[in-house]
């Protein structure tokens, strides 16, 4: 009994012990579930971090947390491993209640069942099953993750909880934008913050996973997975998978090849761009025809020539903000364009971003920043 | 029954163009781990004809099987919402946006259900149920946190499928769970195959060459329209010999007319006639961005390339605004005196440009 249920759980570490899950079949699961680091160490490229919570996890002391840092860092998974590491898995899910954004968060719940859970007092540690020692201090964790999409009045509501059952409860916090945390609650935190990957570890963790699942993979489909997810490991692996189910799947297996890649995350593929042709890569295109001086005849129509190739890659249905993205990387690194001409390029690449965010049109957004761009480009 | 709907492919291996679009979605089907997805690509592409041809790969022909339910969910104020929901055996689509900014509950309360609910056809070729949601990009931002873990959560039980014409209004921890399928509008080529494969179908006889050119033009990547204009030329004439010329929609000549307007003169008796065009077209459920854009469309044809640029500047900042306010016919009307006084300026600038020189 011990064995079947310690195996159900052994994939999937993230239950609160709410709900009982069937067994998973391993290779059904996401690779981002299946490789979660088993213990801090194990947490990539964050090694301020984990010597930090090394620290607490020998004197088995702990503050209250807050960790910060953009999407696919770790944050979460480093706080389940240490979690894990404290309690066993036996004592876990007594001792540990994850809340997420999928649940319902409000100032309501934050009363009743986060304060319930913390009040409570620690149950005595039962004998873990798998015959290791585990640590299991005197407290119980609530990690509240995606924090930053919880309500003001939620948080307010946490805040005097926090300290009143600071003996028997520690708080992990976990979010993206440090700045929707509202000042009290975080000051009554420590602050961790999460790095993007630097990309030598983000290839070694790529290269174990794609080793370990069987996957053969080059260095430059390695490289075009760290330049596509830019320090996002999650995304990368996603694509990882999704690009070797996609190869896997046709008889016999094709190699993975780094124009693969790009399809899958929707990015342009780069090769193709400096011909232009005005399909494909029309956002190189549109720089081409601001910057390099064109046939005059070209030149006279400008805007049709810019607006056709602007419906043309709408057409193809590329995102308006990959294209920004990509438009941004080419002009930021442009070699003739002046530091003022790159600047103007900025300020209406952000408020087209910004109108994004709001919902507005892609193609005349695009239209907008393309015809600016040509502007700036093209001083009389 | 329409021909858009009549011919409407409903396998994998019956789809026209993207081949390699067609292979890859048969392998994810048949691989036994498929991912989330997330359909994204103009209107008209055949992204909804992608999404039920893999449900069809999927779970074989049970999926045609559909009932349509109306589905009540009640918020945390006691508010009662109702929702219309798709469902099959095996899957169920729905759109939540229809709500607007109870969004979040219907999601939490849907997936929440199905993911602990459990596959009870032992028959069925896989375990787990998919959701299919429409216009994932005008979900608001809570719903879009809200399934961030479930869809780590309850994979055993749930595949999610998106579909979006933008992904830009999605969260970028939504975009990196999902495996991103990009559909694009069909080439000439592709559309032509496609047209005459229906021609054939309906038998309607053979498609002459000239007016094919003309509906794929007008249609402009457009898959559906396309259909549309060739089944209503097919009724005007059924033998196809005269070709008649094709019917622009109403509201498109409208709109048209209202660009012209616009040039023809700049006073504040014509921003009115014009107020007056852009309620018709806003009564008749036009939505206001199409409305702007063709407008501008046409205006932009009219008037000297210097001023282009800035009529579509203000095109785009109008438009956000429009999204971000309520009440859409200021933003036109907006837009419209802009346009004007931008275009008068602009004769005005050069009048007196010449008589500075004249002097």
């Known amino acids: 009994m011990t064995a079947n249920f310690f195996q159900a759980r052994g994939p999937s570490k993230k239950k609160t012990g709410k709900e009982k899950e069937s067994i998973i079949n391993p290779s059904l699961q996401p690779w981002v579930e299946k490789y979660r680091p088993e213990t801090i160490d194990d947490v990539s490229s964050q090694e301020h971090i984990v010597s930090v919570l090394q620290k607490t996890l020998s004197s088995t002391n702990l503050p209250h947390m807050l960790f910060y840092g953009p999407p696919g860092t770790g944050k979460t998974s480093t706080i389940l491993a240490l979690a894990r590491q404290l309690f066993g898995p036996d004592n876990f899910r007594t001792r540990v209640l994850e809340l997420n954004a999928s649940d319902e968060r409000g100032i309501s719940i934050v009363r009743e069942k986060v304060k319930n859970f913390a009040r409570q007092t620690p149950r005595a540690e039962t004998v873990a099953s798998d015959g290791k020692k585990y640590p299991c201090p005197p407290y119980k964790i609530i990690i509240l993750d995606e924090a930053d999409s919880m309500t003001q009045d939620a948080q307010a509501a946490l805040r005097r909880i926090m300290e009143n059952y600071a003996r028997i409860t520690r708080f992990c916090l976990v979010c993206n934008y440090v700045t929707r945390i509202i000042e009290p609650l975080a000051s009554r935190c420590s602050k961790f913050r999460f790095k993007p990957l630097d990309s030598s570890s983000a290839r070694q963790r790529l290269g174990n996973i794609a080793a370990a699942e069987q996957v053969p993979v080059n260095q430059a489909v390695i490289s075009t997975l760290i330049s596509t997810s830019s320090g996002d490991l999650r995304r990368a692996i996603t694509y990882l998978q999704s690009a070797a189910r996609l190869s896997g799947a046709t008889e016999p297996p094709t190699p993975i090849f780094p124009q693969d890649i790009q399809e899958i995350a929707g990015v342009f593929a780069q090769t193709v761009g400096v011909d232009v042709p005005p399909t494909q890569s029309g956002d190189e295109d549109i720089d081409m025809a601001d910057v390099t001086p064109l046939t005059v005849k070209a030149d006279l129509r400008g805007f049709d020539l810019i607006r056709e190739t602007v419906k043309l890659l709408i057409r193809e249905g590329y995102s308006a903000s990959q294209i920004l993205i990509q438009l941004h990387d080419i002009i930021v690194e442009h070699p003739t364009l002046t530091g003022r001409q790159k600047s103007a390029c900025a300020l209406t690449m952000a408020e087209a971003d910004k109108a994004l965010c709001d919902g507005a049109d892609d193609e005349l957004w695009i239209l907008e920043v393309a015809l600016r761009v040509h502007k700036v480009s093209h001083p009389e | ?359």
């Open chain 2, 1 to 359: 029954m329409l021909w858009v709907d009549d011919y409407r492919p409903r396998t994998l291996n019956e789809l026209h163009y993207h081949v390699r679009l067609s292979q890859r979605l048969k392998s994810l089907a048949g691989s036994g781990d498929f991912p989330h997805l997330l359909f994204y690509g103009p209107s008209g592409a055949g992204k909804k004809t992608r999404i039920a041809a893999t449900l069809n790969e999927l779970f074989g022909g049970g999926v045609e099987k559909l009932k349509i339910d109306q589905r009540v969910f009640i918020t945390p104020s006691r508010k009662k919402l109702d929702v219309n929901v798709v469902q099959s055996n095996y899957h169920i689509e729905l759109t939540p946006s229809e709500v607007g900014n109870y969004d979040r509950i219907v999601i939490q309360e849907i997936l929440k259900e199905i993911a602990q609910t459990q596959q009870v056809d032992v028959s069925a070729k896989h375990r787990f149920k998919v959701v299919v949601i429409n216009e994932a990009d005008s979900l608001s931002r809570d719903a879009q946190a809200a399934l961030r873990r479930t869809m780590e959560k309850y994979m055993t039980n749930l595949r999610i499928i998106l579909c979006a014409n933008s992904t830009s209004r999605l969260i970028a921890p939504i975009k990196s769970r999902c495996l991103l399928i990009r559909v694009a509008a069909p080439s000439h080529e592709e559309m032509l195959t496609v047209l005459n494969h229906v021609a054939k179908r309906a038998g309607a006889g053979l498609l002459p060459q000239d007016m094919a050119d003309e509906i794929i033009t007008d249609a402009n990547g457009n898959m559906r329209k396309a259909i549309l204009v060739f089944e209503a030329m097919k009724m005007q004439s059924p033998d196809l010999s005269s070709s008649p010329p094709i019917v622009k929609p109403d509201w498109e000549t409208y709109c048209y007319k209202v660009g012209d307007m616009i040039i023809q003169e700049q006073t504040p008796q014509r921003v009115m006639e014009v107020r007056a065009k852009l309620y018709e077209l806003l009564s008749h459920c036009i939505p206001p961005t199409i409305i702007l854009k063709t407008v501008a469309d046409r205006v932009v044809q009219k008037v000297d390339e210097s001023l282009k640029a800035d009529i579509m500047h203000w095109a785009a900042i109008y438009e956000n605004r429009m999204r971000l306010g309520n009440k859409k016919i200021y933003h036109l009307e907006a837009w419209v005196v802009k346009v004007m006084s931008l275009y008068k300026q602009f004769f005005l600038g050069i009048e007196l440009g010449d008589l500075d020189d004249f002097i």
